[in-house]
C-alpha cells in the first residue's frame, strides 16, 4: 500500500530482462539449461489459473521487460501495422510457434527412437541453421534431451531477436501484440 491508503499497480517489473540475458548466458555453460524454456511457457498459465488476470504479461515477463528496454532509446515510435492490430499477425504467430512446437516434439521423439541424428547447434526460424553453442560443462545425456534444448534455446532466440527488432522498428512492447502465449492468455481471459 501506498502512504495515500490506495493500492498501486506496479506494471512490469523493470529489472526482470536479466532473466532473459541470463537465460541466453546459461546456455554456454550447458544448452540443457534451454529446457528453461518449458518454465517460461508454462509459468504464464499457472499464474493465470491461480489469479484469472494475465500477471506474467502485466507484472513479469522477462522478455518484455528486455523488449522495453531496448526500445525506450527510440523516442519517436511509429504506429503498429494494422497486421499487428486486427489479429492476422497474432494468428500467424501462434500457427508458427504452434509448428515449431509441433516439429520439436516430432524430431525429439525421432531421436529418442533412434530414428534420425540430433542437431546440436542453434537454428533460427526453424530454417536457418548457425552453429553449436561453446559449451563450459560437458553435456552428458541422452541424444535426445541436447537436441530437445538446442531447439527450445532457438526457439527463445529466435522470438527474441523478433521482439527487439520490433522494439526498434515501432515501440517498445510491440511483441506483445503477437507474442503467442499472450495470445492464448487472451483467449482465456476474455469472455
Given at each position: 500500500?501506498?502512504l495515500?491508503?490506495?493500492?498501486?499497480?506496479?506494471g512490469?517489473?523493470?529489472?526482470?530482462?536479466?532473466?532473459?540475458?541470463?537465460?541466453?548466458?546459461?546456455?554456454?555453460v550447458s544448452?540443457?539449461?534451454?529446457?528453461l524454456?518449458l518454465?517460461?511457457?508454462?509459468?504464464p498459465?499457472?499464474?493465470?489459473?491461480?489469479?484469472?488476470k494475465?500477471?506474467w504479461?502485466?507484472?513479469?515477463?522477462?522478455?518484455?521487460?528486455?523488449t522495453?528496454r531496448?526500445?525506450?532509446?527510440r523516442?519517436n515510435w511509429?504506429?503498429l501495422p494494422?497486421?499487428f492490430t486486427?489479429?492476422?499477425l497474432r494468428?500467424?504467430?501462434?500457427?508458427?510457434f504452434?509448428m515449431?512446437?509441433?516439429?520439436i516434439?516430432g524430431?525429439?521423439?525421432q531421436i529418442a527412437?533412434?530414428?534420425?541424428?540430433?542437431?546440436?547447434?542453434?537454428?533460427?526460424?526453424?530454417?536457418?541453421?548457425?552453429?553449436p553453442l561453446p559449451?563450459l560443462v560437458?553435456?552428458?545425456?541422452?541424444?535426445?534431451?541436447?537436441?530437445?534444448?538446442?531447439?527450445?534455446?532457438?526457439?527463445?532466440?529466435?522470438?527474441?531477436?523478433?521482439?527487439?527488432a520490433?522494439?526498434?522498428?515501432?515501440?517498445?512492447?510491440?511483441w506483445c501484440a503477437v507474442?503467442?502465449?499472450?495470445?492464448?492468455l487472451?483467449?482465456h481471459?476474455h469472455?
Open positions: 500500500m501506498a495515500d491508503g490506495k493500492r498501486r499497480n506496479p512490469l517489473v523493470p529489472t526482470l530482462y536479466a532473466i532473459t540475458l541470463l537465460y541466453f548466458a546459461l546456455g554456454f544448452i540443457h539449461f534451454g529446457m524454456a518454465a517460461c511457457m508454462s509459468i498459465f499457472i499464474l493465470l489459473s491461480a489469479s484469472g494475465k500477471l504479461c502485466h507484472h513479469y515477463c522477462p522478455r518484455s521487460s528486455l522495453t531496448t526500445g525506450l532509446k523516442k511509429r504506429p494494422k497486421s486486427d489479429g492476422f494468428k500467424v504467430m501462434l500457427w508458427y504452434g515449431n512446437l509441433l516439429f516434439t524430431s525429439t521423439i527412437m533412434g530414428r534420425m541424428p540430433p542437431m546440436p547447434y542453434v537454428r533460427l526460424f526453424i530454417a536457418i541453421p548457425l552453429w559449451q560437458e553435456s552428458t545425456g541422452p541424444d535426445w534431451l541436447a537436441h530437445l534444448s538446442y531447439r527450445l534455446y532457438s526457439m527463445m532466440l529466435s522470438s527474441t531477436i523478433l521482439g527487439i520490433f522494439s526498434r522498428i515501432w515501440r517498445p512492447r510491440a507474442c503467442p502465449v499472450g495470445t492464448l487472451n483467449k481471459t469472455p
